[in-house]
């Protein structure tokens, strides 16, 4: 039976969406290609492409500095870089030694000597009797400077017990003392000189080579002993820069003590016989005065028997 006009009118109007929505019938032919379509325009699920290892040859040092808030080290040359400064390690009080090694010396002002913190100069008031770096300028100005031993420390030449041992300037420390060498002669008397071969020569015999030490060096507490020649050719030895008008002064026979510093006995003289003649011995000094008529003059002052 043929259709009417209405009828044919519905089936049109039932099949309008499918031909306006552009797509297939079938949902599951719409849904693929749907899904195609959006990953062909945009595809960001995979990993990026790869382009090598980062390319950090171009880095300045602005770069790290924006990065650290420092700036490079400057080029130094020959002196050694801490941090961003440049300095020599030998002497730097605030590098001393190793970057970031800051001497701190009490009463001192702080300096760096060969890499190692030394006392550059102390501070008003204040004076350094022991060259210790770790106690500084430890003694106030005018105070009597009497420097502490320590328990192996190297023996000084300083009439100073340095080690703790009792004694000073024992050990025969280099350039310390000096051998003083009496001789006798049958026209001149005894004779002291700090030269052996001189104690041998003209009719002089040597009686006693190193028989006495006297220092080198003056030092607190020490003062010279001068060989004075007299008008009949023979010496005379004083402490006195005049020779006490006995005469010019020949010579220094080095430093001699006014107390018994470090182990230094009396040097006794005496006169008698046209001569002053002067003796470390008790005995001696006793026989002169008994048996050859000297007088004992009192003590000349104190040697070492020992260097």
């Excluded at 002002?109 to 210790?132: F, K, L, N, Y």
């Excluded at 000297?294 to 104190?302: I, N």
Aim: aromatic share 6%; with cysteine; glycine share 14%.
């Amino acid at each position: 039976m043929p259709r009417s006009p209405l009828a044919l009118l519905g089936v049109a109007l039932a099949t309008l969406p499918l031909a306006c929505s552009g797509g297939a019938a079938n949902p599951d032919e719409g849904g693929a290609a749907a899904s195609t379509s959006s990953s062909s325009e945009a595809d960001t699920t995979g990993p990026a492409p790869t382009t090598g290892p980062a390319d950090t040859t171009g880095t300045t040092g602005e770069d790290e500095a924006s990065s650290t808030g420092e700036r490079p080290p400057p080029e130094c040359g020959d002196l050694d870089v801490c941090g961003v400064a440049c300095v020599d390690l030998s002497v730097d009080p605030g590098n001393c030694g190793k970057c970031g090694v800051a001497c701190i010396i009490p009463h001192a002002i702080a300096g760096c000597s060969a890499g190692s913190c030394a006392i550059g100069s102390c501070e008003p008031g204040w004076t350094d009797c022991d060259a210790d770096v770790e106690n500084g300028c430890e003694n106030p100005e005018g105070a009597v400077c009497v420097p502490a031993c320590k328990q192996g420390s190297a023996e000084l030449c300083n009439l100073l017990d340095d080690n703790c041992d009792g004694q000073c300037d024992e050990g025969g420390v280099v350039g310390c003392r000096q051998p003083v060498h009496r001789a006798v002669s049958p026209t001149q008397g005894h004779f002291m000189t700090l030269d052996l071969a001189e104690a041998s020569s003209s009719d002089f015999s040597p009686e006693f080579p190193n028989y006495f030490y006297t220092h080198v060096e003056p030092l607190p507490g020490l003062i010279p002993f001068y060989r004075c020649l007299k008008g009949d050719g023979r010496r005379f030895y004083t402490t006195s820069g005049t020779c006490e008008g006995a005469g010019p002064v020949e010579g220094v026979l080095g430093q001699i003590a006014t107390e018994a510093l470090c182990g230094a006995v009396p040097l006794y003289r005496l006169y008698g016989n046209g001569e002053h003649f002067y003796t470390i011995s008790d005995a001696e000094r006793d026989n002169a005065v008994a048996m050859y008529g000297y007088l004992f003059e009192g003590q000349a002052g104190f040697v070492w028997p020992g260097p």
